[in-house]
């Protein structure tokens, strides 16, 4: 018999603390478990690197000398590899098959894996789509390129529902995916940009929903939990909550800074102003501070100049080389305090983020090091491309983010006393980390989608609730192994 601390007690009850009513009336909080992979950070030059390529980068994995490098339901949601990514349970189909989907504000497109799928791993739950009698196949194929591999697939009409919402949306019902793309688990994405970047053509579940005028508030948002910085690897756990169609005030205090989106409704993008590293600030030109706001990349890319920047603030930190060129290190007894302002509040990241775990002699280069050396949570993500920056969950499981469509904004708040703050020292020997999810960079397809999204029901079938329903969904976050990247 195992006796389980109460610690672990703790953390095993908290998805359930968190799905009770609010007093937000008609907020549902659904519960997030976080799975968890072994040597996260064996894994971080792979993941760099696609997501270099999926926002256009050029390839640096070779030495340079110029570059530095609502209802009344719970819905389970999971969280993967200890911050990794984040996932929630998606059902697709009549009946519904449910699935653990990454949620990804990086890209609008919502795939599903199938039993057509001839790469797919035994690992990967798939979808059966001669089971549901509402799936209606095309015949348009479409491949999308995530950086770190792509899905490819059959474009096809079904019901989806997600928390009590229902809809028919179009989807991409995949039958080949590279390797590593996704696992444990996974079965695809859900996208949560605009429609205006969709490789399907289609408007993204949310976005449909508010043009219908489904939601409460023409938002949804997220609090992210940490796992980071455990001495040991946690196959499950609570991942926090996305609440779509409002917010959970008890999850932060005082009010939402928004700001507004630079340009058009794309991406979720915002300028970083400046980053303060160990008490020194460094003033961002708005030229190379346009970033993407992704809940579906792990870490921070900064633009080469900046990044080094950065870590030149940091005592001992060095630049790495070879596969591991963009990634930096540093002592891992240093606590690496930063804070990053989009024109607003300088807001904190917490030193447990920013320390990704130990690196070994071979990953650093150094035959005699004076210390022991971990990986940081801010890289190098090259030059030259748009978005400049990459902002990451480093930084979002710091702070409550919301993601408004009118006025199009995003906005953080402080988290709630008790929840993950950005204090705190790290751990000098955290599990390592893995799971990154990048945009799509490129799409192909033989004939566009309808784009079609039919909304005003229900998972009961009766008419949604119009104005009056904010639904909040807690997130068993499930983070893509080997920091696979997904935006």
């Known amino acids: ?26 907020v549902v909080h659904a519960p997030i478990v976080r799975r968890s992979h072994s040597n996260r950070v064996a894994n971080l030059p792979k993941a760099v690197e696609a997501l270099r390529k999926k926002y256009g980068y050029p390839a640096t994995n070779v030495k340079s000398t110029n570059s530095k490098r609502a209802s009344t339901a719970a819905i389970p949601i999971t969280d993967e590899e200890n911050d990794s990514s984040y996932s929630g349970v998606v059902s697709i189909g009549t009946p519904p098959q449910n699935f653990n989907l990454v949620l990804d504000t990086g890209s609008s497109d919502l795939w599903v894996a199938t039993t057509s799928c001839t790469s797919c791993g035994s690992d ?22 995530y950086g770190s591999g792509s899905a490819q697939g059959i474009v096809a009409q079904d019901s989806v529902t997600f928390g009590s919402f229902e809809m028919s949306q179009e989807i991409l019902g995949v039958t080949n995916i590279t390797s590593g793309l996704i696992d444990d688990g996974l079965s695809g994405i859900m996208g949560l940009g605009f429609a205006s970047i969709s490789a399907l053509q289609t408007t993204p ?45 008890s999850l932060y205090n005082g009010s939402i800074e928004y700001l507004n989106l630079t340009g058009p409704s794309s991406y979720w993008l915002l300028t970083v102003s400046s980053v303060t590293v160990q008490g020194k600030t460094i003033a961002v030109d708005p030229l190379s501070g346009l970033a993407a706001i992704d809940t579906g990349t792990t870490l921070i890319g900064a633009p080469t100049p900046i990044a080094a920047s950065i870590w030149a603030q940091v005592p001992g930190s060095t630049e790495l080389t070879g596969d591991w060129q963009g990634l930096y290190a540093f002592p891992c007894d240093t606590n690496v305090t930063v804070y990053i302002s989009f024109g607003g509040t300088n807001w ?59 006025p199009a904004a995003v906005g953080f708040a402080q988290l709630a006393s008790g929840l993950s703050s950005s204090t705190g020292a790290s751990d000098p020997n955290p599990v390592q980390v893995t799971g990154l999810v990048p945009l799509p960079t490129s799409t192909s397809t033989s004939s566009s989608g309808s784009g079609n999204s039919t909304s005003g029901k229900t998972s009961s079938g009766s008419d949604s609730p119009i104005k009056d329903i904010a639904l909040s969904l807690t997130l068993l976050a499930s983070v893509a192994g080997c920091f696979t990247l997904f935006l």
Not at 131 to 139: F, G, L, N, R, V
Not at 359 to 369: E, F, H, R, V
């Open 348 to 406: 904190a990241i917490s030193p447990l983020d920013m320390n990704l775990g130990t690196l070994n002699d071979t990953m650093t280069g150094n035959a005699n090091p004076t210390s022991q050396m971990c990986a940081g949570g801010i890289f190098d993500i090259g030059i030259g491309s748009v978005p400049a920056w990459i902002v990451g969950d480093t930084f979002l499981k710091n702070v409550y983010s919301v993601f408004r469509a009118s």
């Open 205 to 249: 579940f949310w976005e449909a929903l508010y043009n219908a005028n489904d939601l409460a508030e023409p938002l949804f948002s997220f609090y992210l939990e940490r796992y980071v910085n455990q001495a040991n690897q946690i196959s499950t756990a609570p991942g926090g909550v996305l609440t779509l169609g409002g917010t959970n005030s």
């Open 1 to 26: 018999m195992i006796i389980l601390p109460l610690q672990v007690v703790a953390i095993a009850l908290l998805p359930f603390t968190l799905a009770a009513r609010q007093p937000d009336g008609g």
């Open 124 to 145: 990967i739950p798939e979808f059966d789509p001669s089971k549901s009698s509402t799936y209606k196949a095309t015949s348009s194929q479409l491949e999308i390129d």
